[in-house]
């Protein structure tokens, strides 16, 4: 693999507050700087995000890039903050614990790709120094004591410096920029972030796209999926101004809504994909899409929202559930309302109805063979 780098571009995932996008950096000395890229134009981006129940998600993106300049060799990476706020071990082989079955196509090409430990301060770009780590110990490792849990941190402790920083694990592949057209393919699964309100949060970094020769995506299209399962969501619409997001594929709808005092996007999408296109995009902010609990915050109604995934609980955020009639029958057929069944009794049928979410669909014959555990477990508890 050739040692010299011409420039860098770094892709920026992080699990637990998750960066992704791929932006242009040079090298100088050990440190990757960040630059504006004076021979590439990013001329096409598909991507796509797929939100499924097993609490990660399913990225897939697609580049066209016109290199106008000489063939040159490229090192494109992949920088991904340590977790924070989790105890899982700190790897000194630069492997990230919520990263898996990340892959490159360069041209046609399967790239092979390496891993490293970097210097990342947090609420900056660049100067992602890789770390001697004969010098640098995890900090929670340091102060634990014998029998005591391992600390939640993102931390790294140099004892000779009495120091401590930040840091990502970095994937990173050489490859080489014919003069023209390239075509450049990865695809990555990713754990998503979750927490308090949130069942998932799927951040992602657009900005970087503006350090390409164009300083914009020439043709830019954003798909999020929600295969064979639903999800419930919004996106801030600070972004997406430009035009309208469509139901590409499957069930599912749309409405304006208020996230607090910030006008979003709210879409309920079963087995389907929501499409937002545009041409020579300049994003002036990154996105995030989040799960849609808060959207609903002042409405206490039981099932207002509901996702299959582990992490969503039944009566989050549901402070009057005791007050409701029927509360565990609403419960128990939540799933069934999920998929669509048209319920035959009245009272449910009136109820599910009023859930915005809720998308009958007359041909759905109830059945628990795609129910999840926690689903399964929801209805027979409950029996």
Not at 109 to 134: I, Q, S
Not at 229 to 242: C, G, I, P, Q
Not at 329 to 349: C, D, E, Q, S, T
Request: glycine share 6%; with cysteine.
């Amino acid at each position: 693999m050739k040692q010299k780098f011409f420039a860098i571009t770094l892709s920026l995932l992080c699990a637990f507050g998750t960066k992704a996008n791929d932006g242009v950096f040079c090298v100088n000395g050990n440190h990757l700087v960040p630059v504006q890229e004076t021979d590439i134009a990013l001329e096409k981006e598909m991507l796509t995000i797929d939100l499924c129940d097993d609490g990660y998600a399913q990225v897939d993106v697609q580049y066209e890039l016109n290199n106008c300049g000489e063939a040159k060799t490229v090192v494109m990476g992949f920088e991904a903050n340590a977790p924070y706020n989790d105890d899982v071990p700190f790897s000194r082989q630069g492997i990230h614990p919520y990263i898996a079955d990340f892959t490159v196509n360069m041209n046609g090409e399967e790239l092979g790709f390496m891993n490293a430990v970097v210097k990342y301060d947090y609420g900056t770009e660049g100067d992602f120094r890789p770390l001697n780590l004969n010098d640098w110990k995890s900090y929670g490792e340091v102060i634990m004591k014998d029998g005591e849990d391992l600390p939640h941190n993102a931390l790294l402790y140099n004892e000779k410096l009495d120091s401590l920083t930040g840091f990502s694990y970095a994937y990173y592949f050489v490859a080489r920029f014919e003069h023209g057209k390239n075509s450049v393919h990865h695809t990555y699964r990713y754990r998503m972030s979750y927490g308090a309100g949130r069942t998932f949060e799927v951040p992602y970094w657009l900005m970087p796209a503006m350090r390409w020769s164009n300083r914009q995506i020439d043709d830019f299209t954003l798909r999020i999926k929600a295969t064979a399962t639903a999800k419930h969501f919004f996106v801030t619409d600070s972004l997406f101004s430009e035009s309208e997001f469509v139901v590409a594929e499957g069930t599912g709808k749309m409405r304006k809504a208020k996230d607090w005092y910030v006008s979003c996007t709210e879409f309920s999408l079963r087995n389907g994909t929501v499409e937002w296109h545009a041409m020579n995009f300049k994003p002036k902010d990154n996105m995030v899409i989040q799960s849609a609990e808060r959207i609903n915050y002042d409405h206490f109604v039981l099932g207002t929202f509901y996702d299959r995934s582990d992490n969503w609980m039944p009566d989050c955020y549901m402070l009057e559930t005791d007050k409701i009639a029927d509360r565990e029958k609403i419960l128990r057929n939540l799933p069934y309302a999920h998929r669509g069944y048209v319920f035959k009794n009245k009272k449910l049928r009136t109820y599910f109805s009023e859930l915005w979410w809720y998308m009958p669909d007359a041909d759905y014959q109830p059945s628990d063979a795609d129910f999840t555990l926690r689903e399964r477990k929801l209805v027979s508890e409950l029996q």
